[in-house]
């Protein structure tokens, strides 16, 4: 692990002066005693816990990483607590990202395998989702922004969550949900649709990557209605007299990139860095050439990006990042209004706040490829910082780089919770000193299933190039990649298929199976 202190502080410091909201908060007090809490301990013991989530935001859009990039806010977390720099999503799409993550499961264990999958209904799923776990030991559960449970045969309840404020109701209805946007402020909502509704599908078209300064008042955003109602439930709807599960969870940066003028205004489009582009104008034999064929809505909106940020400056390419940073430095400004509240309610002197995304975005790399839908690193790999009281002191301020996935939070937040999950699931408690040998994650977008298995140094992926139906009469025809990430951290040379490396990819075949046999092996095993 590298202390980074030193590195922090003067990030912190230069965040302030570009003028960004840095709330006094006192995460860690001088005379404070360490509060790792043991399952069984007392209901007074248990901390609060504050979960903070991006929607599309890469593993190095953060100021602890990227000196590029101004997030004072969540630089002050990872300044108390831990970041995990290898640590990797379990799919890079929305949907089967999200419930692995409330599930401790992986997409292929919940049956949830893409964003058009249809999900689990609530009288089918396989075991409590996180708030639901957290609600039945006691915590009162807030939760705030898009969960994204995804299509289901009925309506969905809002699965532990005791106060639900969904947002606008595009996102996904629940049953039991308080506010959305529509109800409270139909003409806000009404305003920036009408900004973004050029953006495409999902506002990932062409203009929703080119973007705009947001002419929308920043409460009229689904982020702003968001953080608003967040802010006024830690005024007035705190039970003094429980634990608090708080989940705040936004939309952006994900694309559309119509950003508030003052966070654009942080940044210099001169020390914008240009976006490296591979040594080669047609993306080879990989899954992402095939999914590039396999689904017609993903390669004709990546032939739509190819053939517009081809043709554009520099200086325009960069417009799109910086916007993408400038997005960034706007939610890190909410997660730190939201601090300074928890900080005056007293409930971050014995507290866990995690923050994370649910998986990155391209933009613009592979030959100006943007979102996800890809098992690269720049798709797959995520951000993830554990802070707060209960990290021990000589953790505080480090970098852990052992393999780590969405699906270790559940068991992580649970065992700090003093309960426990209700499955043998794959993921391992990151306040442990467990270690997996390697992560997993799979893709199955393109009609026919991806499979990853990483280390720090390796990386595997085996594809079919070919329609499931097909694939299935033919597993002895995978393909695969195989990249060096120290030499090759673009992942631009495929190494596979040189016999040189044959003995290292059969190690890692072999340690991804052996991984999913005692993964699956261990599920299902029923409700408990």
Not at 104 to 122: K, R, T
Not at 164 to 193: C, F, S
Request: one cysteine or more; aromatic letters at 10%.
């Amino acid at each position: 692990m590298i202390n980074r202190r030193k590195f922090f502080e003067k990030t912190i410091k230069s965040g302030i002066a570009a003028g960004l909201t840095f709330p006094a908060v006192n995460l860690i007090a001088d005379d404070q005693t360490d509060n790792n809490i043991p399952a069984g301990q007392s209901e007074a013991a248990k901390p609060d816990i504050i979960f903070f989530q991006t929607d599309q935001q890469r593993w190095d859009a953060l100021g602890i990483l990227n000196s590029h990039i101004k997030t004072p806010n969540l630089d002050m977390l990872a300044r108390n607590g831990i970041t995990y720099r290898q640590a990797t999503c379990q799919s890079p799409s929305c949907v089967p990202s999200r419930n692995s993550m409330m599930f401790g499961l992986y997409p292929s264990q919940l049956g949830i395998l893409s964003n058009g999958s249809h999900s689990v209904g609530d009288a089918f799923i396989p075991c409590d989702p996180l708030p639901a776990r957290l609600q039945k030991s006691g915590y009162q559960t807030a939760g705030f922004g898009k969960t994204h449970w995804g299509r289901t045969d009925q309506p969905k309840d809002t699965r532990g969550f005791e106060y639900r404020v969904v947002g606008a109701k595009e996102v996904g209805m629940e049953k039991g949900a308080i506010h959305y946007q529509d109800d409270d402020n139909p003409q806000g909502l009404a305003t920036y649709r009408k900004e973004a509704n050029p953006y495409g599908a999902g506002e990932e078209g062409v203009l929703g990557y080119i973007g705009a300064t947001s002419q929308v008042p920043e409460r009229d955003h689904r982020d702003g209605y968001v953080a608003e109602k967040c802010l006024e439930f830690l005024d007035s709807g705190v039970d003094p007299n429980r634990q608090l599960f708080l989940y705040l969870s936004f939309l952006k940066p994900h694309a559309g990139l119509n950003v508030p003028k003052r966070f654009e205004e942080l940044y210099d489009i001169n020390t914008i860095p240009d976006t490296e582009q591979p040594p080669w104008d047609v993306e080879p034999d990989t899954h992402l050439a095939y999914s590039d064929k396999g689904s017609d809505s993903l390669g004709s909106r990546y032939k739509g990006w190819q053939e517009a940020w081809s043709k554009m400056s520099k200086m325009e390419r960069r417009r799109t990042t910086l916007r993408y940073y400038a997005n960034c430095s706007w939610l890190d400004d909410y997660f730190g209004q939201t601090l300074a509240k928890l900080e005056k309610l007293g409930r971050l002197k014995n507290a866990l706040i995690v923050y994370t995304s649910d998986h990155g975005d391209m933009l613009g790399e592979r030959n100006f490829r943007f979102t996800k839908y890809c098992l690269y690193d720049s798709s797959v790999r995520v951000p993830i910082i554990i802070s707060g009281t209960v990290i021990p002191k000589d953790l505080r301020g480090t970098i852990d780089d052992r393999p780590a996935e969405l699906v270790d939070l559940y068991p992580t937040i649970v065992k700090v919770a003093g309960t426990s999950q209700q499955l043998n699931s794959p993921g391992l408690d990151l306040l442990s000193t467990q270690k997996h040998i390697g992560s997993f994650s799979e893709y199955h977008d393109s009609g026919s299933p991806a499979y990853m298995w990483r280390t720090n140094k390796w990386k595997l992926i085996l594809f079919m190039d070919k329609p499931l139906s097909e694939a299935k009469l033919s597993p002895n025809n995978a393909k695969g990649e195989l990249y060096d990430l120290e030499a090759d951290p673009h992942e631009w040379k495929n190494v596979y298929y040189i016999s040189k490396y044959r003995t290292i990819c059969e190690q890692l075949k072999t340690d991804l199976l052996m991984h999913l046999t005692c993964t699956w092996t261990g599920f299902p095993v029923g409700r408990g």
